[in-house]
């Protein structure tokens, strides 16, 4: 993945707060995203398309029409986090991508 840019974090820090993220975690997911700078968005995007290509959908990736899915696919090829979080914001699905940070990656031993 290349070094993100700038404009990698603008997108971030336009990033609306999610309403089905509990509040308590809103801040810390938003950390997370911000500390590890596109990994999450990367990592997230290949969960999805492994599952997608075994059988086991995720529900957010499937609702997406065909121009979306191919827009985030192009975006992992492209090893752009930045375009994979604006197309998953754009899509009303920040949501998801507060959830996997907080849950796959937090620091070990934080409540």
């Given at each position: 993945m290349q070094p993100l840019s700038y404009y990698y974090y603008n997108v971030l820090e336009g990033l609306e707060k999610p309403c089905?993220?509990?509040?308590?975690?809103?801040?810390?997911?938003?950390?997370?995203l911000y500390r590890h700078g596109g990994r999450i968005e990367i990592d997230l995007m290949r969960k999805a398309e492994d599952g997608h290509a075994?059988?086991?959908?995720?529900?957010?990736y499937e609702a997406l029409d065909d121009e979306q899915r191919a827009k985030l696919h192009k975006a992992l090829d492209d090893e752009?986090?930045?375009?994979?979080?604006?197309?998953?914001?754009?899509?009303?699905y920040a949501g998801v991508l507060y959830h996997h940070a907080w849950h796959h990656f937090r620091e070990p031993g934080v409540a």
């Open positions: 089905d993220v509990p509040s308590t975690q809103v801040q810390e997911g938003y950390d997370i075994q059988g086991k959908p995720y529900h957010w752009n986090p930045a375009k994979i979080l604006k197309i998953i914001q754009r899509n009303g």
